[in-house]
């Protein structure tokens, strides 16, 4: 069986160039903060790749702060702030946030004090996109960053989570941007590396994969890749609309990412039809990752106004750069058989 990828925003395949640059970076033996050739080898890779993520992200002379990835970067922004978010936060950001800001039925959030707030630019398991306000204090841009055309120094806000698996790089990889001056205590200390933000030795191999994929997802944007996936995943959502007319798409009213569709079929549960999928050769979610395994209803739907029994009955198909036609018409054949079988038993 021929197994087809549809879960890019838990993780996206890694990118040729990511693959490339590092295996260039395991030949370098130096540590980045010693001062001898080797180390000045090993610490060049780490700051072209700080410029790579900059210049792909828009925030060149923004600090550019390496860590393990987005969690870590939300852990080192939010502690002890006291910030206020929604419900459709990511766990990440929610754990560190009062989650009290108002939702729309869209998933779009109204913030009157964004000073005080963190909030993400889409969500990870509807695409909705927020507009996010002059002055925010935090965003969490993780999903947008190599979908959407973004400029961090004209977002507004002070700053930005980012993950490089989520764009083709390795996992493990992430970073902090941050306008330069904002304060911003330590959370790791020690030897003092990443401008004194974040101590403890770079993790060179991953950070150059995290450069080349953030150049290549730019590369991609600017060609239009994402408008080509959006076309794809409407075609998907218009084939299952056609035979399924009970059928929500959770956030359709609003701006999505191109390559989100959040699909909830009344009575369904979610957590089956991915393991339903999964037995048919599709690997898609039930919501994000992070929180897969949990019996729960999405607190991103609920946050919505759907009902637990709905909220449950959601899956999200996310769609790649490399995704075809085929694979969308695939699915969304074998889905909807499966649909049928489903509602056949429960008659």
């Known amino acids: 069986m021929t197994r087809i990828y549809l879960d890019h925003n838990a993780t996206t395949p890694l990118r040729d160039e990511a693959r490339a640059a590092m295996v260039a970076a395991m030949d370098v033996a130096g540590n980045p903060s010693s001062v001898h050739a080797e180390g000045r080898a090993a610490k060049a890779l780490v700051e072209k790749a700080r410029a790579q993520v900059a210049a792909a992200l828009g925030a060149e ?112 990889t992430g970073a902090l941007v941050m306008k330069r001056g904002t304060d911003l205590a330590a959370r790791i200390r020690g030897g003092g590396q990443e401008m004194g933000r974040r101590s403890g030795t770079e993790n060179v191999i991953g950070i150059a994969g995290f450069g080349a994929a953030a150049e290549a997802a730019a590369r991609d944007l600017a060609a239009g890749v994402w408008d080509r996936v959006a076309e794809l995943r409407d075609r998907l959502e218009a084939t299952i609309a056609g035979e399924a007319d009970d059928i929500i798409f959770a956030g359709k009213g609003a701006a999505r990412l191109p390559n989100t569709t959040c699909i909830v079929s009344p009575g369904w549960k979610g957590e089956t039809q991915v393991m339903q999928m999964d037995l048919n050769g599709f690997a898609i979610s039930a919501g994000s990752a992070c929180s897969s395994g949990k019996v729960r209803a999405s607190k991103v739907l609920t946050a919505m106004n759907f009902d637990e029994g709905l909220a449950a009955s959601a899956i999200r198909v996310s769609l790649g750069p490399l995704t075809t036609e085929d694979d969308v018409t695939r699915f969304a054949k074998r889905w909807l058989a499966q649909r049928r079988k489903h509602r056949a038993r429960a008659a």
């Open 61 to 172: 002379g923004a600090d550019v702060v390496f860590t393990s990835g987005a969690t870590e970067a939300a852990a080192l922004a939010l502690e002890g702030r006291g910030l206020h978010c929604a419900e459709v936060e990511h766990e990440a950001v929610l754990t560190w946030c009062a989650a009290d800001l108002p939702v729309d039925a869209n998933g779009k959030v109204r913030n009157a004090t964004p000073q005080r707030s963190a909030l993400q630019i889409a969500n990870s398991e509807t695409g909705v996109v927020q507009d996010l306000p002059e002055g925010l204090a935090v965003s969490d841009i993780t999903q947008g960053f190599g979908k959407l055309p973004i400029a961090f120094n004209w977002l507004g806000c002070d700053m930005a989570l980012v993950s490089a698996h989520k764009l083709g790089g390795p996992k493990g």
